[in-house]
T-cell receptor
Framework: DADVTQTPRNRITKTGKRIMLECSQT?????MYWYRQDPGLGLRLIYY???????NKGEISDGYSVSRQAQAKFSLSLESAIPNQTALYFC?????????????FGPGTRLLVL | SQQGEEDPQALSIQEGENATMNCSYK?????LQWYRQNSGRGLVHLIL?????REKHSGRLRVTLDTSKKSSSLLITASRAADTASYFC????????????FGTGTRLTIIP
């Protein structure tokens, strides 16, 4: 089984709808991240969480919210989806110990907002 | 904003040749990492180099870092068709707050 899983893998929704993307990990990592990827722009950080009680905004948090339900689960919500939120969304995890800066990515969720 | 900019944006080479990709960044870093992404899939970590290191090797990969020029290069030797992917550099800036900032990527195509 994959260490970092994302559901759903593909989602089509309409403008104004609320949707949730879910991420689960079995790596035992404290740190979790949500990114979006747009063509030609690389990955941009939406939110990150360094433990269950710690939630931080990334560079493009407007229009998004997150919930860290447990160490292993980190959900991303779009409160009212808009077409320019159409993108590929990735969850990632990392270990908080010094010298363990590598991030481990899920397979991604492809979101289309009509 | 993007911290890293990869160069070139796209690169096509014959199988067996070496591929070199470059990354420039803007602010001080603690470490620089390279990731690979096969089409539409999650990123996979390749190699990490710390700010006090100048060169690192892993199998067919060689990474260099020049902090005075704020640049890094990734060399893939003896390329294979399976190396076809997008390659991203990512910079980490502070101890205890290891967010990564990704570049825009280089699309590498290996021609069999």
């Amino acid at each position: 089984d994959a260490d970092v899983t994302q559901t759903p893998r593909n989602r089509i929704t309409k403008t104004g709808k609320r949707i949730m993307l879910e991420c689960s990990q079995t790596k035992g990592h404290d740190r979790m991240y949500w990114y979006r990827q747009d063509p030609g722009l690389g990955l941009r950080l939406i939110y990150y969480s360094f433990d269950v009680k710690d939630i931080n905004k990334g560079e493009i948090s407007d229009g998004y919210s997150v919930s860290r339900q447990a160490q292993a689960k980190f959900s991303l919500s779009l409160e009212s989806a808009i077409p320019n939120q159409t993108a590929l969304y990735f969850c990632a995890t990392s270990d908080r110990r010094a010298g363990k800066e590598t991030q481990y990515f899920g397979p991604g969720t492809r979101l289309l907002v009509l | 904003s993007q911290q890293g900019e990869e160069d070139p944006q796209a690169l096509s080479i014959q199988e067996g040749e070496n591929a070199t990709m470059n990354c420039s960044y803007k602010t001080s870093i603690n470490n620089l990492q390279w990731y690979r992404q096969n089409s539409g899939r999650g990123l996979v970590h390749l190699i990490l180099i710390r700010s006090n290191e100048r060169e690192k090797h892993s199998g067919r990969l060689r990474v260099t870092l020049d902090t005075s020029k704020k640049s890094s290069s990734l060399l893939i030797t003896a390329s294979r068709a399976a190396d076809t992917a997008s390659y991203f550099c990512a910079t980490g800036s502070n101890f205890g707050n290891e967010k990564l900032t990704f570049g825009t990527g280089t699309r590498l195509t290996i021609i069999p």
